[in-house]
């Protein structure tokens, strides 16, 4: 309905239903924090977790917040990966080969073979030839990497049946 509001959890759990769980903690860190149109933070932490506290004249979000909180939120999505992809890049060629990606696998705490490794370097390129990832397709990588705990598409899908 036209000017109807969400109450804090709702917000919260909006961003993790528009953003994904992976993006938690920066859900967590984005609301801690001034948004534009919006004075003051309407949450902060301690020890228990996040506290709610309303700044707004309203007392609730309304869509145009809403999509100003999960605008920040993938900001900080976005420059976390970014990170993530420029320390991976451990040539600094702009891509990420396939020993570059194993490595950052086991950072993640993932064993994979080169088998595996090669297997998700083709999910994301849709060929067999592909030699690097971009940006664009590392982040694929990643999630489908983080989404299936480092099991190839093959593998979970053995199994789950």
Known sequence: PAGAALEPRQLKDLLVELCGAQAHDHIKDVLAVPCEGIDEPIAFHDEQGIRWRWSFST?????????????????????????????????????????ELGTMMRSLGYTPLRVVVREFLMEASGRDDIEDLDFDRFVCVLEAVQSRQGFTKREQDALLA
């Open 59 to 99: 007392g609730a979000a309304h869509f145009r917040e809403v999509l100003a909180w999960a605008r920040k939120v993938r900001e900080l999505e976005r420059e976390k990966l970014w990170r993530m992809f420029t320390q991976t890049d451990i040539n600094n060629n702009g891509f990420i080969d396939q020993e």
